[in-house]
Nanobody, 127 residues
Framework: VQLQASGGGLVQAGGSLRLPCAAS????????MGWFRQAPGKEREFVGA????????SYADSLKGRFTISRDNAKNTVYLQMDSLKPEDTAVYYC?????????????????????WGKGTLVTVSS
């Protein structure tokens, strides 16, 4: 699976941004899709994940209520909707795909064991 995240940019605090991640190469609907982020000087962290059929989602506790993950299997795309953005949300955002996990398990997976990663997209939130 090849993954390409996009949609990053500069946004003011309190604003919203929607990041799409387009997948190609294999059957997209077979994969749990996740979003991670890495802020400057920090480790990559789990943002959220969604099951193949959108029936199950999981989010980092600190982001619940502000971030929403969705997917469109017909378009081979997963989305990250980010609302009420804060300066501390500034990071490079990555999408990931794994066939052998669940959204709940992806939040604690060893990152190197996740099947596929896309190149990140930078989100900068100004105060």
């Amino acid at each position: 699976v090849q993954l390409q995240a996009s949609g990053g940019g500069l946004v003011q605090a309190g604003g919203s941004l929607r990041l799409p991640c387009a997948a190609s190469g294999r059957t997209f609907s077979n994969y749990v899709m996740g979003w991670f982020r890495q802020a400057p000087g920090k480790e990559r962290e789990f943002v959220g994940a969604i099951s193949w059929d959108s029936g199950s989602t999981s989010y980092a506790d600190s982001l619940k209520g502000r971030f929403t993950i969705s997917r469109d299997n017909a378009k081979n795309t997963v989305y990250l909707q980010m609302d009420s953005l804060k300066p501390e949300d500034t990071a490079v955002y990555y999408c990931a795909a794994d066939r052998s996990t669940t959204p709940q398990a992806m939040r604690v997976m060893t990152l190197s064991l996740i099947d596929y990663w896309g190149k990140g997209t930078l989100v900068t939130v100004s105060s």
